[in-house]
């Protein structure tokens, strides 16, 4: 079955502890992306990656990074939690801009 | 820069009317539209998008949009809301020359359906 994936479904930590939120797309699209969303603000890019090695920042990238070393991995990394990072992230796929991204089924990440 | 307004954050339908969610855009080039359905606790799936073509798109579970330029807008509808259908909607845009970046959502609007 095509579809995203991201690991864990929930997750809550301390602040400062180094986590990591896996996302792995089975499609082989070139496309990936990372967003969060929180209420009254919709869904916001974090980070997105055209290909393998080829990442750029998205509109809210401050605190988290990404690698994508493989074509269908796409981890998102944070550092140094803080509390404003609670949120629910949603790693997404695309084969080409017109055909809409593929989204995982999201990771709820408290930080307490 | 691009953006999405979605009017309403909170519309309201007895099963069987006519359900309209609205959305505009600002987009400095021809865009690419899309509207995505998220049911609680899952996440995101697509209804329907324009790309290229026919202005008028037929989604799944009965829903359409239509393109219109001149409005900047891309409207979804459905002649008779389902108690399936309560859910949060969104309305997105990307730019075509910027392939494979930036979605750009609306804030959503939650559907509730009443019998």
């Known amino acids: 079955e095509a579809q995203v994936t991201q690991n864990p479904r929930y997750l809550i930590t301390v602040t400062g502890k180094k986590l990591t939120v896996t996302c792995s797309q089975n499609?082989?699209?070139?496309?990936m992306s990372w967003y969060r969303q929180d209420p009254g603000l919709g869904l916001r890019q974090i980070y997105y990656?055209?290909?393998?090695?080829?990442?750029d920042k998205g509109d809210v990238p401050e605190g988290y990074k990404v690698s994508r070393k493989e074509k269908r991995n796409f981890p998102l990394i944070l550092e140094s939690p803080s509390p404003n990072q609670t949120s629910l992230y949603f790693c997404?796929?695309?084969?080409?801009?017109?055909?809409?991204?593929?989204f995982g089924s999201g990771t709820r990440l408290t930080v307490v | 820069a691009q953006s999405v307004t979605q009017l309403g954050s909170h519309v309201s339908v007895s099963e069987g009317a006519l359900v309209l969610l609205r959305c505009n855009y600002s987009?400095?080039?021809?865009?690419?539209l899309f509207w995505y359905v998220q049911y609680p606790n899952q996440g995101l799936q697509l209804l329907l998008k324009?790309?290229?073509?026919?202005?008028l798109v037929k989604g799944i579970n009965g829903f359409e949009a239509e393109f219109k330029k001149s409005e900047t807008s891309f409207h979804l509808t459905k002649p008779s809301a389902h108690m399936s259908d309560a859910a949060e909607y969104f309305c997105?845009?990307?730019?075509?020359?910027?392939?494979?970046?930036?979605?750009?959502f609306g804030k959503g609007t939650t559907l509730s359906v009443s019998s």
């Open positions: 997404a796929s695309s084969l080409v801009a017109g055909s809409g991204y593929t």
């Open positions: 499609m082989n699209h070139e496309y």
């Open positions: 990656s055209m290909n393998v090695e080829v990442t």
């Open positions: 987009s400095s080039v021809p865009p690419y």
């Open positions: 324009y790309t290229t073509g026919a202005t």
């Open positions: 997105a845009v990307s730019d075509p020359n910027q392939a494979g970046t930036a979605l750009i």
